[in-house]
């Protein structure tokens, strides 16, 4: 389900009923929500507790500190360690395209396929810009920023972490402006047109991986760098960026066939809050993104200061 996807007609009072009547106050909540978060979360145990140890029980190794070797180990290891990256800082931006995409359809089965269509347009988004990467770092990835195992030192920015901030400001931004598109506040891009923001928001998915700092995901980067081999690195990246959102997939269709006509009947209910879901998931990972990974990462490179409850 996509905002374009539902009827933009006045009623006979010439009122809208798919713009919410408070759409400045979803904007402020939705805005609050994605800032606490920034001060809430915390890398080090979405990385470090749930990300290697996930990664290390489907492995049955340590994942960080033990060297891949050949490229079945390789394609093993981008899809595990994508699957243990699902709730790094990275992909919670990715909840933010979940509310679009659930089916409106009557029968579960309907429903069902309706959201597989959205999710198959948001793959091929993902895979085309995890593929190109992916080569790109198979051909000349040892010259890269990613590549650099050099420790951050406080007060300086490193060229990894300029990386970051461009990369993920940029998708933050892009959230945020499809948020507030939704709420009709700005022009939306793709008015009418369901696949193409589909396959726009995997694009966002996909470029998580460009200057993605997550460990596990740059020692994969390096493995595909060293071997110098861009079918390889576009294997791996993509495997790796399936298996991010895989998880979140299957949580969706899930919902969508068991709940979904529940759902359906509620947004049906007042159209305008299929809206307000829509674009308060996209601003608040939109804010959350930008705000972690162009102001907080300041604060942890001791720049600037940032309410955090951790670095």
């Not at 509310?99 to 579960?108: E, Q, S």
């Not at 980067?221 to 576009?234: I, K, N, S, T, V």
């Amino acid at each position: 389900m996509s905002t374009s996807s539902i009827q933009s007609r006045p009623d006979k009072s010439g009122v809208d009923p798919t713009v919410p009547p408070r759409r400045w106050l979803v904007v402020g909540l939705a805005s609050l929500a994605g800032f606490l978060l920034t001060i809430l979360w915390s890398a080090k145990f979405v990385d470090g507790v749930i990300g290697d140890n996930v990664a290390n029980t489907l492995l049955g190794h340590d994942a960080e500190n033990t060297e891949i070797t050949g490229v079945a180990a390789g394609i093993a290891f981008a899809f595990v360690t994508g699957l243990a990256g699902t709730f790094t800082a990275c992909n919670i931006a990715v909840f933010g395209t979940m509310a679009p995409i659930l089916g409106r359809a009557p029968g579960w089965r309907d429903r069902t396929r309706a959201t597989m269509g959205p999710l198959l347009w948001l793959t091929v988004g993902l895979v085309t810009v995890s593929a190109v990467y992916g080569a790109i770092v198979g051909f000349v990835g040892t010259s890269m920023p990613q590549f650099s195992t050099a420790q951050n030192v406080p007060g300086e920015l490193s060229a990894r972490s300029v990386q970051s901030m461009i990369v993920f400001g940029l998708i933050g931004l892009a959230m945020l402006y499809l948020g507030l598109a939704a709420l009709k506040i700005v022009p939306d891009p793709f008015d009418g047109r369901d696949r193409a923001r589909m396959i726009f928001l995997g694009v966002l998915v996909g470029g998580f991986l460009i200057g993605r700092p997550f460990p596990l995901f740059r020692h994969m980067f390096r493995d595909a760098a060293e071997r110098g081999d861009p079918l390889y690195g576009a294997g791996a990246f993509v495997l790796q960026s399936v298996g991010n959102v895989v998880v979140m997939a299957l949580l969706l269709v899930l919902v969508a066939a068991v709940f979904g006509g529940r759902i359906a009947r509620w947004l049906g209910a007042r159209p305008h809050r299929a809206v307000v879901l829509t674009a308060a998931g996209l601003i608040v990972a939109g804010v959350f993104t930008f705000l972690y990974w162009d102001v907080r990462l300041l604060a942890n490179r001791d720049l600037i200061w940032y309410p955090r409850l951790w670095r």
